[in-house]
């Protein structure tokens, strides 16, 4: 596989399910910051080695945090306000 990469979100898990770029073996990060049912993942948008997950409070309709996270060291966590 080659090009951007592929990040998903497992709500079931609470874990992003990746593919690095170039590779095609699934990889995980777990997604320790979030708290499934409480917040909500809105999407996930990958830039280059960055791997952004939108999230907001579950009976908000938008994101108002994101959290990133990074294909190179399947870690992240560090988080803004939106």
């Known amino acids: 596989m080659s090009g951007a990469g592929y990040a998903l979100y497992d709500q079931s898990q609470n874990r992003l399910e990746v593919i690095r770029p ?13 708290r499934p049912p409480h917040d909500k993942v809105h999407g996930v948008q990958i830039d280059g080695d960055d791997i952004w997950v939108f999230v907001g409070p579950s009976t908000n309709p938008r994101p108002n945090r994101k959290f990133l996270y990074r294909f190179s060291s399947l870690s992240g966590g560090s988080s803004r306000t939106i």
């Open 22 to 34: 170039g590779e095609s073996m699934k990889r995980y990060i777990p997604c320790t910051n979030i």
